[in-house]
Structure formats: structure tokens, C-alpha cells
């Protein structure tokens, strides 16, 4: 049973930074496609960032030149370091796989089959 397992967040002003960190287990194929997606308290799943098991690394515009995905597969780790933050990176994160190389957009939540519990990040003004 695949499994993944977040650790990281918490509470920082604005302009601090966060890692977060989620380690997975139980795959039988590695995953093409881990990301992270968050959801704000009244806001849809979002995604966040990707990397595939190639060299496609993806960010969401309102991150993009402040946070940085990396996967490193011999450890079955996916890392998040979100520097610069503001208030509106305040949600739950959630890290998430996908087995395929194809089936649906990538950037969607609903692609994804295998999901982390959640861990939050709080950003203060």
C-alpha cells in the first residue's frame, strides 16, 4: 500500500521561510509525477509544484521564483522549500504521486491517486 508522509510546516512571518518534506513507501512502480498541492480554509486544491521523474519541475505563478521542489528517488523523498512567504501561502499542503506517465492533467488533484495527510502553513502579517 503506497503511503505518503508529510513533515515540515508551521507558523512564520511574512517574508520567512518553511521546508517542507514528505518520504513515500509501499510502490511497487515509481511514481511519473510528485507534487505538492494546498488548500486554503474555502479554496479548492490547488497545485503548487511538481516534479516528474524526468527533469520537468512545474510551478504555480504565484509561487514561482520562491519556492523550489526537489525529488530525490534512491531516498523516495520529495522536498519543498518555500522562501519569501506571504500571508496568501497560508493553507494545508499536501504532498501527492502518480503512478502514470499519462492519464489526465497533471496539474489537476484529481489525477493523482496516492496522498499525504496534510500538513499546514500558517504565514502571519
Known amino acids: 500500500q503506497v503511503q505518503l508522509v508529510e513533515s515540515g510546516g508551521g507558523s512564520v512571518q511574512t517574508g520567512g521561510s518553511l521546508s517542507l518534506s514528505c518520504t513515500i513507501s509501499?510502490?511497487?512502480?515509481?511514481?511519473?509525477?510528485m507534487g505538492w498541492f494546498r488548500q486554503a480554509p474555502g479554496k479548492e486544491r490547488e497545485v503548487t509544484a511538481v516534479?516528474?521523474?524526468?527533469?520537468?519541475?512545474f510551478f504555480t505563478d504565484t509561487v514561482k521564483g520562491r519556492f523550489s521542489i526537489s525529488r530525490d528517488n534512491a531516498k523516495n523523498t520529495l522536498s519543498l522549500q518555500m522562501n519569501s512567504l506571504k500571508p496568501e501561502d497560508t493553507a494545508m499542503y499536501y504532498c501527492?504521486?502518480?503512478?502514470?506517465?499519462?492519464?489526465?492533467?497533471?496539474?489537476?488533484?484529481?489525477?493523482?491517486?496516492?496522498w499525504g495527510q496534510g500538513t499546514q502553513v500558517t504565514v502571519s502579517a
Open positions: 509501499g510502490y511497487t512502480a515509481r511514481p511519473y509525477y
Open positions: 501527492a504521486a502518480r503512478i502514470q506517465q499519462r492519464g489526465g492533467d497533471w496539474r489537476r488533484p484529481e489525477s493523482y491517486h496516492y
Open positions: 516534479a516528474t521523474n524526468g527533469d520537468l519541475r
